[in-house]
């Protein structure tokens, strides 16, 4: 079986894969409109030039990256999705309690993966300073590549 490396093999690979009937659901954070827009966009954009159905692909948009998971449960218990996405930024501040909302928000999307066996990529970006999210606003659309490409391996786990 062939490994893939780059983010080439994977398109490739899902090209061949992509059922246009799954659902992905894209759970946002609303801090950092600019950047998280920038962010979703992407996904969007990914996840349709791939081959994905526009209207299959769900929009939630959350008040902080801590409420993702939550929603994210719902979507997941109500088998509105076959896949999510979790979108957000956190900048670090003058407490630790940027901390513990990225680790327990990165810890609420693995529960649910897990519990429900349902891809949820995390692209929650926890950082120093809004400049270093700035420069890595490209997480939209691997995360959309991350999500395909688990409900494809999913898909041949299951035949």
Sequence with gaps: MKK???EDDIQEMLEQSLRPSWRVGIVYSTFYKEEIKTMVDGAVEKLVQIGMKKENI???PVTGS???P???AALAKNKSVDALIGLGIIVE???HHARLVAENTARGMMDIQTTFALPFANEVLYVDTLKLAQD???KGAI???CVLHSLATLGSLQS
Excluded: K, M, Q
């Design 66 to 68: 801590y409420e993702i």
């Design 93 to 95: 501040g003058e407490t």
């Design 58 to 60: 769900s929009l939630h």
């Design 136 to 138: 890595r606003l490209d």
């Design 4 to 6: 893939l490396h780059t």
């Design 143 to 145: 995360a959309a590549l």
């Design 70 to 72: 939550l929603i994210g």
